[in-house]
């Protein structure tokens, strides 16, 4: 994937980062005149693309040894954007992290709500009528 415009980290995954570009420069001089520079972040030694079905199963490989579930690469784009909401970060910041012209699209497209935040929000809603709630927990014989 080529490097795009400047995105904040945080602070362990910028480290990590700034460790994979100084073996990538390592690499490229080592390489010499034989690197075939790409532009990319992720690439063979020689600066050549790895093939999408190498990255799809290294993904696969690494998500499997973390004890994540099983999903595909593309997936982890909506994860993140959906993970990023359910924090509470601006959608404006979530839509330009993803690069979208405007925050409807992402809003249309990476807002998949996690049945536990569903049932978050309605335990919320009951809580605003706290006379409701004991009612509630009498009549199932709570």
């Keep these: 994937m080529p490097v795009s415009g400047p995105c904040p980290l945080d602070s362990g995954t910028a480290e990590l980062l700034r460790a994979h570009l100084r073996q990538l420069k390592e690499e490229r ?3 010499g005149e034989a690197y075939q520079d790409h532009g990319l972040l992720f690439c063979r030694e ?3 693309p790895y093939s999408p079905d ?8 690494l998500a ?3 004890d994540l579930p099983p999903i595909r690469l593309h997936e982890a784009r909506h994860t993140a954007a959906t993970l990023a909401l359910e924090a509470g970060i601006d959608r404006k910041i979530v839509s330009t992290r993803l ?6 699209i992402t809003e249309d497209l990476y807002t998949h709500v996690r049945q ?4 978050q929000a309605a ?3 009951l809580r605003v009528l706290p006379d ?3 009612k509630r927990a009498e009549k199932t014989g709570s």
């Design 116 to 119: 536990a935040v569903e049932d």
């Design 46 to 48: 020689d600066g050549t």
């Design 123 to 125: 335990e919320t809603v």
């Design 29 to 31: 001089l080592a390489a």
């Design 132 to 134: 409701r709630a004991p």
């Design 54 to 61: 190498h990255v799809s199963k290294r993904f696969q490989r």
């Design 99 to 104: 690069g979208h012209s405007t925050v409807r």
């Design 64 to 66: 499997a040894e973390a």
